[in-house]
């Protein structure tokens, strides 16, 4: 089992900043990537980032490429998203999820999600 706890969502303006955190807990793998999705109310689950949790390899959704950056702590058990330059159209109830193996854009890849940390951005 692999346990996340999201963190940091909160109320921002048009192009305001968030640094959303990811804490692991449980056990690892060392093959497991983490995702970052959304979900707006009334919308499909959307992938937002991908971490390599060992050597960070990233990717990013092209909604969000240029403007997000997701990160990890190794030691910490840490992953972020930073999000700058955000749009009413970021906000969205933001999760963290764990996957062994599978394609990182499709949600039914990850094995394990946390319970979400909400972001609204206000224009």
């Known amino acids: 089992q692999v346990q996340l706890v999201e963190s940091g969502g909160g109320l921002v303006q048009t192009g305001g900043s968030l640094r959303l955190s990811c804490a692991l807990s449980?056990?690892?793998?060392?093959?497991?990537?983490i995702g970052w999705f959304r979900q707006a109310p009334g919308k499909e689950r959307e992938f937002v980032a991908h971490?390599?949790?060992?050597?960070?390899?990233?990717y990013h959704a092209d909604s969000v490429k240029g403007r997000f950056t997701i990160s990890r702590d190794n030691a910490k058990k840490m992953v972020y998203l930073q999000m700058n330059s955000l749009k009413p159209e970021d906000t969205a109830v933001y999760s963290c999820?764990?996957?062994?193996?599978?394609?990182?854009?499709?949600?039914?890849?990850?094995?394990?999600w946390g319970q979400g940390t909400q972001v609204t951005v206000s224009s």
């Open positions: 999820a764990a996957r062994s193996s599978g394609i990182p854009v499709r949600s039914i890849s990850y094995d394990y």
């Open positions: 971490i390599n949790w060992g050597n960070s390899n990233t």
């Open positions: 449980g056990r690892t793998f060392s093959s497991y990537g």
